[in-house]
């Protein structure tokens, strides 16, 4: 459990100190996180404070759609607001830097591997998923589809939210770029890589590269 715990932790970080360099980059922000940026641009509120809303909407939405609370979908609630804070923390000691657009583009790609990372522990580990996930294997579960599916869909969806937001209140397009696109096709297939060559041995631990 010591040792879930502190891989578990990492994770969580690595994710979030991912999403926040993914905005410094400029190049789009990864899909899960679209929504979230954008509703912290438009409606001048701190990441950490969107992306709590956001989870805790997506925890609502499993009790919805499951018919129940669970445990699982309770423990979700102190995580939404624990990464949240993590993420402000975050967003407060990376500063914003300009680089030339080749170096970001390159450096984006390399977050994206730190991305991968920070989900493959937080989900190896086996311990409470992040709403975001929560979320998608709910849906599948519920309606009977393959995860993988869901997971798609819903990345996409949130790219069309965030465009849907950001028209209504008639503001540029946050964090839709080039990187939203690439980090829907790779994170996955990095994640795939991890699972190959750095094995993480627990026995309830799940096939996690299904989660992105």
């Known amino acids: 459990m010591v040792k879930r715990t ?8 690595l994710i979030a100190v991912a999403v926040v360099l993914n905005i410094r980059y400029a190049v789009g922000v990864a899909a899960f996180s679209s929504v979230m940026y954008a ?12 992306s709590i809303i956001c989870y805790l909407l997506f925890v609502l939405v499993q009790c919805i ?9 309770a423990l979700e609630i ?9 993420t ?10 300009s680089l030339p657009i080749v170096l970001r583009c390159l450096l984006f790609c390399l977050t994206m591997a730190v991305t991968a990372m920070g989900v493959y ?10 709403p975001t996930d929560g979320i998608v294997k709910t849906i ?4 009977h589809i393959v995860f993988s599916k869901v997971k798609n869909v819903f990345d996409i969806s949130l790219v069309v939210i965030t465009a849907v937001l950001c028209l209504a209140n008639h ?27 750095l094995p993480i041995s627990f026995s309830s631990g799940s096939h996690i590269a299904q989660t992105r």
């Open 6 to 13: 502190v891989l578990y932790i990492l994770g969580l970080n």
């Open 39 to 50: 509703i912290s641009e438009i409606y001048s509120m701190s990441l950490g404070t969107a």
């Open 65 to 73: 759609l499951s018919k129940k609370v669970t445990l699982a979908y």
């Open 78 to 86: 102190p995580l939404s607001f624990a990464f949240g804070i993590l």
């Open 88 to 97: 402000d923390v975050y967003d407060f000691l990376i500063p914003e830097f």
């Open 121 to 130: 522990l937080c989900v190896k580990t086996d311990l409470v998923l992040t």
């Open 140 to 143: 599948s579960e519920v309606f």
């Open 171 to 197: 503001t540029q397009f946050y964090g839709i770029g080039a990187g939203t696109v690439l980090s829907a096709i790779f994170i996955g297939r990095i994640i795939r890589i991890y699972e190959q060559h």
